[in-house]
């Protein structure tokens, strides 16, 4: 449900990747009380509980072009769950998106720190990465600030 939703979305299907997140909510309300159940295949996948379903929601908002609705849906997100790394990393590619989409820099800024900090080497191969950080250069109305081109570095963008 989850991978037809991303690809619904990807091909103007809002409203039937809103029925498979919708249903795939559901599926995980249902086995919440179950452990995570982890799939058996690549970490692209990883487990699948409420948690997921909602970071797939903000970046099905994020990729209809709805993010104040991406940033609501990002607070059901809970610090102590525990996705994949991929999910993890990818949802906070996505808040931070969002957040600059929205005019939150500072917000955006610290999401993307987060991720490097949490995963340098994974943030530096992101092209989704550099292009919000380009956003985010490009909004400032000051002198570019030390962690602003620290994420640049970290990103491979050239200023």
Same mark, same amino acid.
């Given at each position: #449900?989850?991978?037809?939703?991303?690809? @619904? %979305?990807?091909?103007?299907?809002? *409203?039937?990747?809103? =029925?498979?997140?919708?249903?795939?909510?559901? @599926?995980?309300?249902?086995?919440?009380?179950?452990?995570?159940?982890?799939?058996?295949?690549?970490?692209?996948?990883?487990? +699948?509980?409420?948690?997921?379903? !909602? #970071?797939?929601?903000?970046?099905?908002?994020?990729?209809?072009? *709805?993010?104040?609705?991406?940033?609501?849906?990002?607070?059901?997100?809970?610090?102590?769950?525990?996705?994949?790394?991929?999910?993890?990393?990818?949802? &906070?590619?996505?808040?931070?998106?969002?957040?600059?989409?929205? $005019?939150? +820099?500072? =917000?955006?800024? =610290?999401?993307? &720190?987060?991720?490097? $900090?949490?995963?340098?080497?994974?943030?530096?191969?992101?092209?989704?990465?550099?292009?919000?950080?380009?956003?985010?250069?490009?909004?400032?109305?000051?002198? #570019?600030? %030390?962690? &602003?081109?620290?994420?640049?570095?970290? !990103?491979? &963008?050239?200023?």
């Amino acid at each position: #449900m989850l991978r037809a939703a991303a690809a @619904a %979305v990807r091909n103007n299907g809002d *409203d039937t990747a809103g =029925e498979l997140l919708a249903a795939a909510a559901a @599926a995980a309300t249902r086995v919440s009380g179950a452990r995570p159940v982890r799939t058996p295949a690549p970490a692209t996948v990883g487990t +699948f509980c409420a948690t997921t379903v !909602v #970071m797939k929601q903000v970046e099905s908002c994020v990729i209809s072009g *709805d993010t104040g609705r991406a940033l609501v849906l990002a607070e059901e997100v809970r610090p102590n769950d525990r996705p994949t790394s991929n999910n993890r990393n990818r949802h &906070l590619l996505d808040l931070a998106y969002a957040q600059a989409d929205n $005019r939150r +820099f500072a =917000e955006a800024t =610290e999401t993307l &720190l987060r991720i490097r $900090r949490d995963a340098p080497a994974w943030l530096s191969h992101q092209r989704y990465a550099q292009d919000i950080v380009t956003t985010l250069v490009s909004a400032r109305r000051r002198a #570019m600030t %030390v962690e &602003l081109s620290t994420l640049a570095d970290a !990103v491979g &963008l050239q200023l």
